[in-house]
C-alpha cells in the first residue's frame, strides 16, 4: 500500500482533528504548501472518495467522507444472486 505524501496527511491529520473545515484553514495552517497545492490534493482527496467538497457562496469546505462498508451489501447481493455486488459507486463529480 502506498504512503500518503505529507500534504496529504496534514490535511487529513486537520479533518480528523475537526471533521469540516473551510479551505481557507488549509492554507492558513499550512503555508509551506501553496493554495494550488491544496487545492489540487484536495481534489485528488475529492476523487479517491476520501473527502467531500461543499460549495457555497465565496466559501469551499471540506469535510471527510463517510466510511462506507460494503460487506453487508455483498452478502445480500451474494444470497439474491446479483452479479453487482461489490461494483464501486461513481467517482464524486466536483462542482
Known amino acids: 500500500m502506498p504512503t500518503n505524501r505529507p500534504i496529504t496527511d496534514r490535511i487529513l491529520g486537520l479533518l480528523h482533528d475537526s471533521p ?30 476520501q473527502v467531500s ?25 451474494h444470497r439474491e444472486g446479483s452479479g453487482q455486488a461489490g461494483t464501486p459507486p461513481p467517482p464524486p463529480v466536483l462542482p
Open 53 to 77: 467538497i461543499m460549495r457555497g457562496v465565496g466559501v469551499f469546505t471540506v469535510k471527510l467522507a463517510p466510511v462506507k462498508s460494503t460487506g453487508a451489501i455483498k452478502e445480500v447481493a
Open 20 to 49: 469540516e473545515c473551510d479551505f481557507d484553514l488549509f492554507v492558513a495552517r499550512y503555508p509551506e504548501y501553496t493554495w494550488n497545492e491544496l487545492f489540487q490534493e484536495v481534489g485528488r482527496l475529492s476523487r479517491t472518495g
